[in-house]
């Protein structure tokens, strides 16, 4: 899925206890060119005033600059690319993992502490769960067995009669890659949900539940990365420290009435977060599985199963 990397330092150490190789020999084995020396910072900073740029990677001496110019202005956008049934699962399959135990409880005097048995936090399986798979992490799908959830991960283009065929309590949208406008389907899906189960979306999947209340998707100048972007919840006036990865955003103004704007980016007050004022249903452009805060946004997993709860 990663066409090119690019870095300021490669560090040839591996010191992560869960590290099964290093970071060169994993690119190397997947085939993903790399390259370090550079000025990442520099380029941040002209990607924050010039926009995002189609870009490449050339290995060997520069001969023709211009060529390579060309080279890169010629491939093709992000808008209107269909990147969910790249990435998606071809046929659904169950997933009933938890969250991994790698923390282990030290007590007073230094020594570790080992739990009574019978003492680990593990929830009774009490909802069933279709979780759409536009391009899901599987912290995602940990989260909701851990919040008490069986969960059946379903392709991009899972029909809408089958979700309603098998009743599940509810309905997960997952986050992904590529245009939102360009997922019809997925957005024609949600809409014969909508009303019908509760239902939760992630980043893409947020996109796509705000087509289908009726809004419009634009690509962003730049794309919001990483772990530290300030996230205002409207309704308890915390700011949530988030993660985020995406190039693209629901404009808020093509919402109809019914639908609440809950989360707000305080970096270009951008929407994060909406709910629909009669139905079950709610959505966060950011990722709270990846624990940035680290526990910020937790509490949208029980907002989940507090919806499951009332339907």
């Known amino acids: 899925y990663l066409s090119g990397f690019v870095v300021k330092e490669n560090s040839p150490i591996v010191s992560n206890f869960r590290a099964k190789s290093s970071l ?25 005033d010039a926009g995002a740029k189609p870009a490449l990677i ?38 009933n993992r938890g969250s991994h135990r790698i923390v282990r409880m030290v007590g007073a005097q230094g020594h570790e502490v080992v739990p009574p048995r019978g003492r680990a936090p593990v929830q009774k399986k009490k909802f069933n769960v279709i979780a759409y798979d536009f391009g899901i992490k599987q912290n ?20 809408a009669e089958e979700v309603l065929g098998q009743n599940p309590d509810g309905v997960f949208l997952s986050n992904g890659p590529g245009d939102p406008a360009a997922v019809p389907y997925a957005v024609d899906t949600v809409r014969q949900l909508l009303g019908k189960k509760p239902i939760f979306g992630i980043c893409l999947g947020h996109q796509i539940l705000g087509q289908a209340f009726g809004g419009k998707t634009y690509k962003l100048k730049f794309g919001h990365r990483g772990g530290n972007h300030p996230v205002l919840d409207r309704r308890s006036g915390r700011v949530e420290i988030t993660t985020q990865n995406h190039g693209f955003a629901v404009d808020p103004g093509s919402l109809p009435p019914e639908v609440e704007l809950t989360h707000v980016n305080l970096n270009d007050h951008t929407l994060e977060g909406m709910r629909h004022k009669e139905l079950p249903v709610f959505s966060v452009q950011y990722h709270p599985e990846a624990s940035p805060g680290p526990h910020d946004a937790g509490y949208l997993f029980s907002r989940f199963i507090d919806l499951m709860k009332g339907a």
């Not at 290995?59 to 211009?66: A, E, K, L, M, Q």
């Not at 995602?140 to 283009?157: F, S, T």
Request: glycine letters at 6%; a positive charge.
């Open 24 to 48: 060169s020999a994993f690119l190397k084995k997947n085939k993903v060119p790399a390259v370090e020396g550079i000025d990442t910072r520099a380029l941040v900073r002209h990607i924050r």
């Open 58 to 95: 050339h290995v060997g001496v520069v001969t023709d600059f211009s060529k390579l110019k060309k080279k890169a202005a010629a491939l093709p956008s992000m808008e209107g690319q269909d990147l969910a049934k790249v990435v998606s699962c071809k046929k659904p399959y169950g997933w």
């Open 140 to 159: 995602i799908l940990r989260m909701l067995v851990d919040a008490g959830c069986r969960v059946k991960v379903v392709p991009a283009d899972y029909p």
